[in-house]
């Protein structure tokens, strides 16, 4: 694994399913926002920067294909655009080589200290960017 992109698996259990028995669209999201989470601590572990968190601003899901009782999900999230103000990660979901969802959730960086906004800096761009 890279630092740029970052992967987890989850076995679908039948918590994770709806009414009809395929995985609750519900689940995408706290799977998103899980791996985002680790990913970002992942790629701060070692870095010396004020404390932040991300806030989700948008969320655009499109399904490919059901997940179900028993799957192996592996979820993939990686950094795309990212400005001054906001940040798309792209997410993608597959049970073996069929790919069941694809999600780009749009956030802002805030202070967690005084939970306003904040600009991404250069340095936190180099830790969510490959070099170009």
């Not at 698996?9 to 009809?20: A, M, Q």
């Not at 597959?94 to 069941?100: Q, V």
């Not at 959730?105 to 939970?115: A, G, K, Q, V």
Request: glycine content about 4%; charged content about 30%; hydrophobic content about 40%.
């Amino acid at each position: 694994m890279d630092k740029m992109t970052f992967t987890m698996t989850i076995d679908v259990d039948k918590n994770h399913l709806d009414v009809l028995d395929h995985v609750n669209n519900l689940e995408y999201l706290k799977w998103g926002e899980s791996i985002a989470k680790k990913h970002w601590e992942y790629l701060t572990s070692e870095a010396n920067i004020d404390k932040h968190l991300w806030v989700i601003l948008k969320h655009e899901i499109e399904y490919k294909k059901e997940g179900r009782l028993g799957d192996e999900i592996k979820v993939i999230t990686w950094v795309g655009d990212t400005s001054a103000l906001r940040s798309v990660r792209h997410f993608e979901f597959y049970r073996k080589d069929d790919l069941l969802a694809t999600m780009a959730t749009t956030f802002c960086l805030f202070s967690f200290d005084t939970r306003k906004p904040v600009k991404i800096s250069a340095e936190i761009r180099k830790l969510l960017l490959p070099v170009s």
